[in-house]
């Protein structure tokens, strides 16, 4: 959807807008810059002046106004001031609605450096559903705002230092606690602290049965090998899908080069698509031959021609090899099928200033921030722009 500056600001002209509690999905810092963007002005403190107030999306409703002023309390209660929760405020402004397309979404990269993990760690909670994306575009997942709180909660596991296999651990044990629960970290009142997951029940941290929720002083899990890692252990030859699942569960575990072992199972089968070409790919990168790297990648986009994502990290695999306009063809060719991609769009404009090309690549700065705004790059490419 191409918004003109007019449509934009208007969507908050006039709002002064206070919040209640603390946003999930970002920073006051970067909350401030999105409503300015749009026309509004965020608050540092509630007064007789504010129309809108914001309730975070992880605040309970229950007492949300007792921290407003009284003359912001009656306004609310005589309906000249609004309520809304933090959802409702981006879709508001379009960061949340579908049918803006992909120009206010995430990619698995863009997410990844919003919430300081790297992309496969995205793609990783991707297909264990906890993070489910707002749309996909040839064979690219898009996250909205939605996403970004759940998304936030998983990396400061991380961040702790809990390992993914543990974090996995985990989401079972919560899964099994609320198997009614589709999605317990969107749905359900999480807490995480100190590399631990709780569910807040009122004003304490606990399970249904009112003890801890998870018993994290337990030693970890030891996570064993599949069976199907050596073929030759099993009674009959693994199938396919068996020796992916395997090779997964060896990559997930940081054991890349055992998990490209297996994997290698898989393009013997005969039975190899482009998207298993895309994980060799992916783990010679992590063992550093790119050369090989390069190849993988070449090889899913001749069995996939929209695999744009595989484009996209042919043409990063490139620049390392210092293939600077065989990369630039490479972010050329996915932003020919999908223009709407912002890390190509990212790429571009860096291999293009490399080349010396510069107001070519001012052209590719200027559409990546109209289309990631918010991104984690975006100040770079401010800078590049000189603004």
């Not at 595989?310 to 020919?336: D, M, P, S, W, Y």
């Amino acid at each position: 959807m191409d918004e003109s500056p007019t449509t934009t600001e208007s969507k908050l002209a006039g709002e002064r807008i206070a919040l209640a509690g603390r946003l999930a999905s970002m920073s006051r810092t970067e909350a401030v810059k999105v409503v300015a963007a749009h026309g509004g002005v965020l608050q540092q403190k509630a007064d007789e002046s504010t129309t809108l107030v914001v309730k975070g999306d992880e605040v309970p409703m229950a007492g949300v106004t007792a921290d407003l002023p009284a003359v912001v309390q009656q306004a609310l209660a005589s309906g000249l001031v609004t309520l809304v929760d933090e959802t409702q405020l981006w879709r508001r402004v379009g960061l949340v609605d579908e049918e803006v397309g992909v120009s206010r979404l995430y990619t698995p990269a863009l997410l990844g450096e919003m919430v300081k993990v790297d992309s496969r760690t995205i793609h990783r909670w991707h297909r264990r559903g906890y993070l489910q994306p707002a749309c996909e575009v040839r064979k690219l997942p898009y996250f909205d705002f939605a996403e970004v709180r759940v998304a936030r909660r998983l990396a400061e596991l991380v961040h702790a230092g809990v390992s993914l296999v543990s974090i996995d651990r985990q989401m079972a044990q919560l899964t099994r606690l609320a198997p009614d629960v589709e999605r317990p970290l969107a749905d359900l009142s999480i807490v995480v602290e100190g590399g631990k997951i709780f569910l807040r029940r009122g004003a304490e941290l606990t399970e249904p049965s009112g003890q801890l929720l998870i018993d994290f002083d337990a030693p970890a899990e030891v996570v064993p090998v599949p069976e199907v890692a050596n073929p030759g252990m099993a009674d009959a030859p693994p199938t396919a899908d068996e020796l992916r699942d395997a090779a997964m569960e060896l990559a997930d575990s940081g054991e890349p080069a055992d998990a490209l072992e297996v994997y290698r199972g898989v393009l013997l089968s005969g039975e190899a698509d482009a998207e298993d070409q895309f994980l060799v790919a992916d783990l010679l990168y992590q063992l550093g031959d790119l050369a090989a790297a390069r190849e993988r990648y070449f090889m899913a986009i001749e069995l996939d021609d929209e695999y744009d994502e595989a484009r996209v990290n042919l043409g990063c695999v490139l620049l390392e090899l210092g293939e600077v306009k065989n990369a630039t063809a490479a972010f050329r060719g996915a932003l020919a099928a999908n223009p709407q991609l912002a890390d190509a769009h990212y790429h571009l404009a860096t291999t293009l200033e490399r080349l010396g090309h510069t107001d070519d690549a001012r052209e590719h700065w200027q559409l990546f921030l109209h289309l990631a705004p918010e991104s984690p790059w975006a100040e770079e490419a401010h800078e590049r722009l000189g603004d």
